[in-house]
């Protein structure tokens, strides 16, 4: 078998062997996904020191990003209560000092011993008149500080680390490997294109993207990981929809829509012009033989659900199946029960799947959908079980789709029709990143809002505020208005005084709030609990809703008109964005509070301010972007698509669509990657990239 001779590479071997590694190492290195030689060499570093770039502390000016060298003067732990502290350590060189500030690390007392020297870096900020670092990245210099900088060159790389492996450890492997690597690593591009794009070669771009003998060095060999890096992943996108949809036909429903027209007749509103541009694209899609395959994005209260069901009604009129997919079972319910109002009347069988239904329910929707009894079904991740069968699905249409995976989407379609495929999200996606991980699909924007449309006023509000804040709270109770009350968890953890629903839903009672009717509603709770929970609320029968993230996506209740989130600094951006899109709807003017915690920082302030700053979705998917990667954001994790460690798909925009276009061109002249010059790429995408990323088979 060539494997055998082929994996005799070192790259190739396990990292175990290399030289400081080791089996107990070995099991360390592997939390960071560190399995080959191949995967330490790819473990970049996140940061570089270069001496000439250390700055001395009395030039270390309010809101700089510096790095210096100082001895530990003296330091000292505040401990307060609930497991919560602040270290702060006095620094200084012969210039000045400066104060380094850990959160809640009370251990690090014992390491910043008076008198040692670090290597520190961070912004800093002026406090109380004095210079401030809060949560330093920092590492202990043993020895002398030109020896400690010089035995890993001028420009020292500063790794990711875990728990067990220090900086220097790091260094060392990360140099055996390389070391063991020498004079034996393959191209992986093509060489027409490591040279007609002046690439640096594989190897070398190793050797300078550790121990960059400049900083223009270090450029391009950061250069050419990023175009290998989204490349090999534009291969596996064009492969993964070569595969999804090979041979298959999609169903091909031309005009006339006689029941479509009806229904949109029938509507109690027109739709918006972006509305009708939208549903303009979809039917052109699915009347033609190219077939549907769209990601509708669209700011939370766009009206995204009726263009999804205008589509669903098509598929069904030219007799099809239609299946809407959501995230969660309040959400389905939600539309399920909307859907069946619109269509009353109309000659169409609908029914929900979820979760939660008796078995024998579930077994009885299973049934009528591989008999045809089912023209359009709505559920949850039940829909796509091991045991659905479609008599013939003609469009799948998956409701916020940042919180599923690219698997499921896969799933929906395995049948001998490919259905046409709507995906609708209401956190928008930058357009070269939806390029890179969408590449399958065409785009649409839902860019305009009803009239009448959404309108929330965010507030941050500080911890003395809190009780102005249930003041102005209690007045919008007693003039009928309701209120969502979120918080981050379900249960109180230790060490950490985030109120859980539960926890807060007593407090408020007992409380703030306790001449009005609360409702609590969590995840843990039932299904029906959760069901009437929401009816409740939705009738007026409680006037706050004291709840967690199950209500994030989607949920439709017209006159609650406050959302009040606590500890804000737990969520991301986009998810803040979602949450405060349930309120404010059916005309009220909405007011979203961001009730900050006392035990954080001051750092995370100025994120919150930017969001109350703007109520534009893109411009907070933007921001969430660039402050925390795409990985959390659209649930990129569970898609089986790897994160982007190098290419920032914002800022390397030009990057992405060279490599997009160069791996259609290489796909188009040579779909199996057989020719001898593309050889190289075929095998580092099957004997190295492929299992790296653990890709799931879809048929
Ligand atoms: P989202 O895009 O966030 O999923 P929905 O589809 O839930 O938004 O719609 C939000 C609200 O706006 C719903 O109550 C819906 O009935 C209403 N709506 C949708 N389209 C229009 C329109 N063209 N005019 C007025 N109201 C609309
Ligand atoms: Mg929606």
């Known amino acids: 078998m060539g494997k055998r001779f082929e994996s005799r590479e070192p790259a190739h071997e396990s990292s175990q062997f290399v030289k400081g590694v080791g089996p107990s190492r070995q099991v360390l290195l592997s939390r960071l996904g560190i399995e080959t030689v191949e995967d330490l060499i790819s473990h970049f570093p996140r940061d570089y020191y270069d001496r000439s770039n250390f700055v001395k502390i009395a030039a270390a000016g309010d809101g700089r990003s510096v790095t210096f060298t100082a001895f530990v003067l003296a330091a000292s ?230 263009v999804g069901l205008a589509a669903m009604v098509l598929a069904v009129e030219k007799g099809f199946q239609a299946a809407l997919m959501v995230p969660t079972e309040i959400l389905a319910t939600q539309h399920y029960e909307r859907i069946e109002s619109y269509l009353e009347g109309f000659p169409v069988n609908t029914a929900i799947l979820i979760g939660s239904m ?44 940042h919180r599923f995976g690219v698997k499921q989407r896969a799933k929906l379609g395995s049948g001998d029709l490919v259905p046409h495929f709507l995906v609708m999200t209401a956190t928008p996606i930058p357009r070269s990143l939806a390029q890179t991980v969408y590449g399958d699909l065409d785009l649409s924007m839902i860019d305009e809002l009803p009239i009448g449309g959404r309108k929330v006023v965010t507030q941050v509000v500080e911890p003395a505020e809190r009780g102005d804040m249930y003041e102005t709270v209690r007045r919008a109770f007693a003039s009928g208005q309701q209120a969502f009350i979120l918080y981050p968890l379900v249960t109180e953890s230790e060490n950490t005084d985030l109120q859980a629903a539960t926890g807060g839903f007593e407090i408020l009672q007992k409380g703030e709030l306790k001449d009005f009717p609360l409702g609590l509603l969590h995840g843990r709770m039932s299904f029906e609990e959760k069901s009437k929970a929401i009816e409740m609320f939705r009738r007026g029968e409680i006037a706050g809703l004291v709840t967690t993230t199950v209500i994030e996506v989607g949920v439709d209740i017209p006159n609650a008109s406050i959302m009040i989130i606590n500890n804000p600094e737990r969520f991301g951006l986009a998810q803040l964005h979602q949450l405060r899109g349930r309120v404010g709807r059916g005309g009220n003017e909405g007011a979203c509070y961001l009730l900050r915690s006392e035990n954080t920082g001051p750092g995370g302030a100025g994120r919150l301010e930017f969001f109350a700053s703007t109520d534009d979705g893109l411009k907070v998917a933007e921001e969430d972007l660039r402050l925390r990667g795409p990985g959390e954001i659209w649930g990129f994790r569970q898609s089986g698509y790897p994160l982007f460690r190098l290419v920032n798909p914002l800022s390397d925009h030009d990057i992405v669509q060279k490599s997009w276009k160069v791996s259609g061109r290489l796909l188009g002249g040579d779909p199996g990657l057989e020719k001898p010059e593309n050889k190289v790429v075929s095998r580092y995408y099957r004997l190295y990239y492929k299992r790296k990323m653990k890709i799931p088979e879809i048929g």
């Open 358 to 401: 008796k078995k024998s329910e579930k077994e009885r929707v299973l049934d009528d959908l591989k008999s045809g009894g089912i023209d359009m079904i709505v559920g949850t991740h039940a829909l796509i079980q091991e045991r659905t069968e479609f008599h013939q699905l003609g469009i799948a249409i998956i409701d916020e789709q």
């Open 77 to 306: 732990l505040r401990r307060l209560g609930g497991g919560r502290s602040i270290f702060t350590v006095a620094v200084g060189d012969e210039t000045g000092t400066i104060n380094l500030v850990f959160f809640n690390q009370p251990y690090l007392e014992k390491q910043f011993k008076q008198g040692l020297r670090i290597i520190a870096s961070g912004t800093v900020k002026q406090y109380r008149g004095k210079p401030q670092i809060i949560a330093p990245e920092y590492e202990f210099v043993t020895g002398d500080l030109d020896e400690f900088l010089l035995h890993t060159g001028r420009i020292t790389p500063v790794y990711p680390l875990t728990a067990g492996i220090s900086q220097r450890m790091m260094r060392r492997i990360v140099k055996s490997a390389l070391d063991k690597c020498r004079g034996m690593m393959r191209e992986n591009l093509p060489d027409e294109l490591v040279i007609s794009q002046g690439f640096m070669g594989r190897e070398e771009s190793f050797e300078q993207v550790h121990y960059p003998e400049s900083w223009k060095k270090l450029e391009l060999a950061r250069r050419r990981f990023k175009f290998e890096e989204i490349f090999f992943l534009h291969l596996l996108i064009r492969d993964r929809r070569a595969s999804f949809s090979r041979g298959k036909p999609r169903p091909q429903m031309p005009p006339p829509y006689p029941m479509l027209d009806r229904l949109l007749g029938n509507l109690p509103f027109e739709l918006t012009s972006a509305q009708k541009r939208v549903l303009d694209e979809v039917k052109r899609d699915m009347g033609s033989d190219s077939g549907l395959g769209r990601l509708i994005q669209g700011d939370v209260g766009s009206g995204k659900t009726v």
